[in-house]
């Protein structure tokens, strides 16, 4: 055989193979548009809470899907610190390659680029919203022999003796602080808010018998309610609760407030078109696999997913609701975002 055409037929070989190669890249979906991305590189995600608490377990519980969905092992690093401004003021400033992700929740992480006495460095333009994934529900709960049955019940009184009624709350404009805001205003009433730095203290003043009531999320009031501690007067929630069916909604008692701890996560606003939309598909199959569903409603988590259209969606309109809060109430005067 001609050594010439020997040689030929094994550039012929090699193209093919090469040919052959990238048809298998493009099999895999977003692998060849992503260069490959992820290319075996851990992934970062930053946790704005301590570890331990519900956002980082939250995130913890998610991990092991999430790894198979990304195919490439996940580094999670706890970032407490200035109620989550730490964590989002590092997301602001790294590397845009999709290699660090972000947790925040709503409206919390709002008022991080709104509230001028924070003194972001950033805006919401600087970040892109990759997915939403739990979404647990304002609450309001008292003692279970106190004289209100109803929100509105609670309420006429706190009109009738104007700051005579007290509920204890973690953090200031947290989604708990807003949610008692939101009711204020949409009942004149005024309420004496006893503000702590986080749920538990708040729960322990409550429980203690230093206020009236006490506004934490749904996860956090449903171990009260079931330890025969507390008795649920309503949920901020589009529909009744799976986990508190014969609690009525704020709407079925004539007040149209939704609120919410809504749980996600963002990237950097210049992460490579391919690379968002790979991330962003595998956020969405693991927060929605069924075994990592099960495990969060378990623990009293209501898994609910947002695509990033949606969550920036919501982002924004939780924007407009702090803002007028923070107006309405003189909190802050809020830092313009366009």
Not at 135 to 142: L, M
Not at 206 to 216: D, M, P, R, S, Y
Not at 306 to 317: H, S, Y
Request: net charge positive; with cysteine.
């Amino acid at each position: 055989m001609d050594k010439s055409t020997t040689r030929l037929t094994r550039r012929q070989f090699l193209v093919g193979a090469s040919a052959c190669a990238a048809s298998a890249a493009w099999a895999v979906p977003g692998r060849a548009a992503t260069a490959g991305f992820p290319a075996g590189r851990p992934i970062a995600i930053l946790i704005h809470a301590s570890a331990g608490g519900g956002f980082d377990i939250g995130v913890r519980t998610l991990q092991p899907y999430l790894e198979t969905t990304l195919g490439t092992r996940l580094v999670l690093m706890n970032q407490p610190g200035s109620a989550g401004l730490v964590m989002l003021t590092q997301m602001s400033k790294v590397k845009p390659d999709g290699y660090t992700v972000g947790s925040i929740y709503l409206p919390g992480f709002n008022a991080m680029w709104l509230d001028p006495r924070r003194q972001p460095t950033f805006k919401r333009k600087d970040f892109r919203f990759l997915a939403g994934h739990v979404w647990d529900p304002c609450s309001i709960v008292v003692k279970p022999g106190a004289p209100w049955k109803t929100l509105l019940d609670f309420t006429n009184e706190a009109k009738a003796k104007p700051g005579s009624l007290a509920i204890a709350l973690g953090g200031i404009v947290s989604d708990d602080h807003l949610f008692l805001l939101d009711i204020m205003a949409k009942t004149g009433t005024d309420i004496k808010i006893v503000h702590f730095d986080a749920s538990a203290p708040a729960i322990a003043a409550f429980l203690g018998g230093h206020t009236h009531g006490l506004a934490v999320n749904e996860a956090e009031s449903t171990p009260l309610v079931q330890r025969g501690d507390a008795r649920l007067l309503a949920l901020a929630n589009t529909q009744r609760s799976k986990y508190n069916p014969n609690v009525p909604t704020l709407r079925e008692q004539g007040l149209d407030i939704v609120a919410s701890a809504v749980r996600g996560f963002l990237t950097p606003a210049n992460v490579p078109q391919p690379i968002f939309d790979f991330l962003a598909k595998a956020f969405k199959d693991a927060i929605n696999n069924p075994e990592h569903v099960a495990k969060m409603d378990k623990m009293g988590f209501p898994v609910a997913y947002l695509g990033p259209q949606e969550f920036t969606e919501l982002v924004v309109k939780e924007d407009a609701r702090v803002t007028q809060l923070a107006k309405q109430f003189k909190l802050f005067d809020p830092l313009p975002q366009e």
